[in-house]
């Protein structure tokens, strides 16, 4: 496993790449992306991670609503190099950014009926971040299952 983790940190694409700029690509069901280092974890409703040579996007969290709810999202971001933010994907996959680069605050988002999604998107970003999501009315957070 730690020869896997290795042998990935040094295959970034040129696609990962490209990513932060690209809403057409951020918007994509797949992801792609790559750390040279990740500590941290995620549990339920909460992401705590210190990162380094961060390319590409990661789902974390999605949504489910039918409608009348909201998504209250808190975040204590420092970047140290590169570029970070997380967006939020809403089911006509339109793209919102929540936040970008180093900042404290919080910002709630009404929500549509179906499946929306919440992801973080770097370009050579190295930092750390905290992230607490709540939410409320008809909208229910669904982690997704990392495989670190």
């Known amino acids: 496993m730690v020869m896997f983790i290795f042998c990935g940190c040094g295959n970034i694409s040129s696609y990962q790449k490209e990513i932060y700029n690209d809403n057409a690509k951020i918007i994509n069901e797949g992801d792609s992306y790559t750390f040279l280092n990740r500590v941290g974890d995620i549990k339920d409703n909460n992401l705590k991670i210190v990162y380094s040579g961060f390319y590409g996007m990661e789902t974390i969290w999605e949504v489910e609503s039918e409608g009348n709810g909201t998504v209250t999202i808190k975040f204590d971001s420092k970047v140290d190099k590169g570029k970070f933010k997380l967006v939020f994907i809403t089911p006509e996959n339109k793209v919102i950014n929540v936040f970008e680069q ?16 919440i992801k973080i998107v770097g370009n050579n970003a190295k930092g750390q971040i905290e992230i607490n999501i709540k939410t409320s009315g008809y909208a229910m957070l669904k982690k997704i299952q990392n495989i670190f």
Do not use: A, C
């Not at 180093?102 to 999604?117: N, P, V």
């Open 102 to 117: 180093s900042g404290k605050g919080e910002k709630t988002i009404q929500t549509e009926k179906g499946k929306s999604r």
